[in-house]
């Protein structure tokens, strides 16, 4: 019972420390630049340890909410502090949220051994770490939707994606999102929805919009936290001092 209990603290605590990352902003490379920041989890299907905070953020710029799938690239960031992701360097626009990636542990070594006549061998296989994708509906990416601005950091809200296994469900947007990540990533097969990557240790999600918050109070807790964040860099004195709703709540960044 002390081992069991053990092990499980153990891997609570290096759980909460892979979520404990430090955030080094780079420099900055223009002065006609700018940078956002949007609080992210994800929450899985099954969990006993809440919601995750992925490892990589996926963004497509546009300029027409309406014509998102005519976005040809995909801009990303990794730059992150618990669960808020900062999009730095970038040039002023919308920039909409369509994805996240994070990666699981490495799985538990099975093995077993193989006898012949006149020997036996022993065999073992220690899975590596599992890679989980996450698209999002186009829901999320027009209520998330961040905006940079020249010369200020923005903070927007705190979102969180619901992941579901429901393959078949992806609307056309995930589908294309998905094949500008990973192709064929989504692609069904078979009735259970098993995917061509599912044996390889990628698992591919949908999300939908679990929850959204842009309300003052989120804000200002972000805009504190930020400050922290970007503590001893130029991009501190960036900071929106004051609490901003998003540009679809049609507000501008106050100067």
């Known amino acids: ?78 730059k992150s502090k618990d669960n808020r992701f900062y999009l730095f360097n970038a040039s002023p626009g919308k920039y909409y949220p369509v994805a996240a990636f994070y990666k699981g542990p490495p799985g538990k070594t099975v093995g077993g051994s193989i006898s012949s006549k006149t020997s036996t061998v022993s065999v073992s296989y220690t899975p590596g770490p599992s890679d989980y994708t996450t698209f999002f509906s186009e829901e999320i990416a027009k209520k998330a939707v961040i905006e940079v601005f020249k010369n200020k950091v923005v903070a927007y809200g705190a979102l969180v994606v619901q992941m579901s296994l429901e393959l078949s469900k992806a609307s056309p947007f995930q589908q294309k999102i998905s094949d500008m990540i990973r192709p064929g990533a989504l692609e069904v097969k078979g009735t259970m929805g098993t995917t061509i990557d599912f044996v390889k240790g990628k698992y591919n999600y949908i999300g939908s919009l679990a929850s959204w918050k842009n309300e003052k109070d989120t804000l200002a807790k972000m805009n504190a936290s930020m400050k922290k964040d970007l503590q001893a860099s130029e991009w501190q004195t960036l900071v929106v001092e004051k609490p901003v709703m998003a540009e679809t709540d049609g507000a501008k960044p106050k100067k």
């Open 1 to 78: 019972m002390f081992l069991k209990t053990l092990i499980s603290f153990s891997f609570i605590g290096l759980f909460l420390l892979a979520n404990c990352k430090t955030l080094t902003p780079p420099q900055r490379l223009s002065e006609q630049s700018g940078a956002a920041v949007l609080g992210l989890e994800l929450k899985p299907p099954v969990s006993l340890l809440g919601n995750k905070v992925p490892e990589v953020l996926y963004f497509i710029k546009a300029d027409d909410p309406e014509k998102l799938l005519e976005t040809k690239s995909i801009i990303h960031t990794a």
